[in-house]
Each structure stands twice: as structure tokens, then as C-alpha cells.
């Protein structure tokens, strides 16, 4: 089982990035995906969620109408897309995949090694 996560990188506050989760997990299509956040010195944090086909979906109120979650399900892959990136929205991104609802850090079963995002003023 592995999760790849890419995108992160630097950028001015008020840019965009996306972020790209590739899964090699058996029935990824059955699963919530997710993405959570962690920035130094706090708790991993939820960020967005999506459901198995899409028909659900929740965002943290500190990133709603900014962030956008996606999936493509014959590839495998989720994606989350961040406009208006503001400072506080840096930290290191984790891609999840679990049952829904998956918005704690307790509840996915698989977690994705991180990519981190930096925001500069």
C-alpha cells in the first residue's frame, strides 16, 4: 500500500497549487479520500474530504470556497486544488484514505508520506 503525494512547493501568498495523491490500494474507489494539513507545532488538522463516488463532500471552514478536493478514480489519484493561498494556510499536506466521513486524524486507514507548502508574504 503506498500513497504519493506532489505539488507542494513555495508560493506568494494569494497563489494557487495542486496537490496530487497516486494510491496503489486495492478498491481505492470504495473510499473517502482526504486531505489533512500540519504546521509546526500544532496538530494534524482536516482539510477536505470526498466520498467513494463524489455524491459527498466537506471542507474545513478555513479553507471553504478556496479549496478545491477532486478524485479520478480509474487513476487512482486524488487532488486537491488551493486558490488564494494565505500564510496561515502553510504547513505539510497529507493525503488520506479511509471510511467516511474521515474528518479526524484518527480515522483514515491509510496515510500518504507529505508534501509540504510554504507561503511567502
Known amino acids: 500500500v503506498q500513497l504519493q503525494a506532489s505539488g507542494g512547493g513555495l508560493v506568494q501568498s494569494g497563489g494557487s497549487l495542486r496537490l496530487s495523491c497516486a494510491a496503489s490500494?486495492?478498491?481505492?474507489?470504495?473510499?473517502?479520500v482526504g486531505w489533512f494539513r500540519q504546521a509546526p507545532g500544532k496538530e494534524r488538522e482536516f482539510v477536505a474530504v470526498l466520498n467513494w463516488r463524489e455524491s459527498q463532500i466537506r471542507y474545513s471552514e478555513s479553507v471553504k470556497g478556496r479549496f478545491i478536493i477532486s478524485r479520478d478514480n480509474p487513476k487512482n489519484t486524488v487532488f486537491l486544488r488551493m486558490n488564494g493561498l494565505k500564510s496561515e494556510d502553510a504547513a505539510v499536506y497529507y493525503c488520506?484514505?479511509?471510511?467516511?466521513?474521515?474528518?479526524?486524524?484518527?480515522?483514515?486507514?491509510?496515510w500518504g508520506e507529505g508534501t509540504q507548502v510554504t507561503v511567502s508574504s
Open positions: 488520506a484514505v479511509g471510511a467516511w466521513p474521515l474528518t479526524t486524524a484518527i480515522s483514515p486507514r491509510y
Open positions: 490500494i486495492r478498491h481505492f474507489s470504495s473510499y473517502a
